[in-house]
């Protein structure tokens, strides 16, 4: 196996796959796929693999065909050394000489940024398919790599009735940093700071960079640090939630795209909310919605105890800061006024960024094996109906085990958070009914761990409480 180069930090599983792709390289035919969405260093591990491995490595750009084409040729020459230049009438051409040199001389062959080709020349997948079966069929040991930071057209690449569904044998997702490898990346020690840094740029590697490796070096620089970064006009991150949007394909009217996305980031997470910020009829928003889920920029959470009912959240921290702090102002930001922007930002930004960045955190905790003692089998949110008191039980944290044929849900844990207030038997009691009231509709509660979830603290009286987990900010990173 390749050993992973120094330079690029964490993305050990990333690189297993990309190093037993490159493993096969000379030994048979295959095809594998690399996506995910800009900025989270997919091109760096994919040219480190390239430098390691040896191959072929061609980014597309925004051109036509007959520009990208000769600039195919160009690079495909380049890297077999040929006397005289290639030239390509059509990507058949192009697609069969890169095969042939591929089996020839058993290389890497990567073409980054795909969906810019296909955009223009929307026959190349099946093209691609054509020559990736005949290599099969004739053992030809070709190994190409396409990569892409559209989501929306990478997933379509391989589902349904696509030309390459079934032909891949490798399908790669590189993700932002977890909150933790985020925090480390960052050099954030502090949990504390490292929850409001996460709730502003995430785990997108390429931030640090946009920053000029500027970091926020304690709880009372926070501030100052979103002032000199993604407030500040003279940043690359001060646009960036922007393009996220608009680099999408299938993203025409951007503005009501962009409306969408702050209906659910101030809080309007249902369908019928979304059309109502907006001003739209529920119907007339499912396109904009799937569109937004293909680009990965919104996820639909279904309620875990009414899986018919579903709640969007938004899925890059920066775009949600940029919908509740910098859209509303932003000509007072453009014209550098960002200490007064954020000075009266500060409480949309711990209510409506902050507080549910925390409850995802807090999710995303319980997700690890032995937190509750074993592998949980689904973690989410839901809304208990309390029909006896008239009442909903808001549950941030429901931890369910693995569900077992013809048992009932066994429930690991039921847990509230709260960024910015202190816990106690009050918070306790709701969770304790919550367990009551799903106890009685069939669900098997004998062993759940009721779960208080604060970055404040904890009221003493809640130690005294032998069914209730108290979980602090700094057990999130511990």
Partial sequence: ???????????????????????????????????????????????????????????????????????????????????APFRFGNWDEAIRQTFAIGAERRDIMVIDEFPYLSKVSPALPSIIQREIDRAIAVDAPVSLLLCGSAMSVMGRLLAGGAPLRGRASMELVVRPFDYRLAADYWRITDPRLAVRTHAVV????????????????????????????????????????????????????????????AAVATGNGTRGGIAGYIGRKAADIGHHLNVLEDSCLLRRDPDVFRPSRSVYHVCEPLVTFYQVVMRPRWGLLESGRAAAVWAD????????????????????????????????????????????????????????????????????????????????PRHSARLRRAREVLGAKGYDVRDTVLACYSATGFDGALASEADVRAVGVDELYG
């Fill in 345 to 424: 930002s500060q409480g949309r930004f711990h209510d409506r960024v902050v507080g549910p960045h925390f409850e995802e955190l807090c999710r995303q905790f319980a997700r690890i094996e032995d937190v509750f003692g074993e592998l949980p089998g689904e973690v989410g949110a839901g809304v208990v109906a309390d029909a006896e008191r008239r009442e909903q039980i808001e549950v941030d944290v429901v931890v369910f085990a693995p569900a077992m044929p013809g048992e009932p849900r066994r429930v690991l844990s039921l847990g509230e958070v709260k960024w910015g207030k202190r816990m106690g």
């Fill in 202 to 261: 995430g785990g997108t590697p390429a931030y640090l960079r946009f920053v000029g490796d500027d970091t926020p070096q304690g709880l009372d620089d926070f501030d100052a640090w979103v002032q000199r970064t993604v407030l500040d006009p003279g940043t690359p991150l001060f646009r960036e939630a922007r393009y996220l949007l608009e680099e999408e394909t299938d993203v025409r009217d951007s503005a009501l795209y962009h409306s969408v996305l």
């Fill in 1 to 83: 196996m390749i050993l992973k180069p120094e330079r690029v930090f964490a993305r050990d599983f990333e690189w297993r796959h990309l190093a037993r792709f490159a493993a096969g390289a000379g030994r048979r035919p295959q095809l594998g796929v690399v996506s995910g969405r800009r900025r989270q260093g997919k091109t760096f591990l994919v040219e480190a693999l390239v430098r390691e491995a040896g191959g072929f490595y061609f980014g597309a750009t925004e051109a036509t065909e007959t520009e990208s084409l000769s600039l195919y040729a160009e690079a495909l020459t380049e890297h077999v050394g040929a006397p």
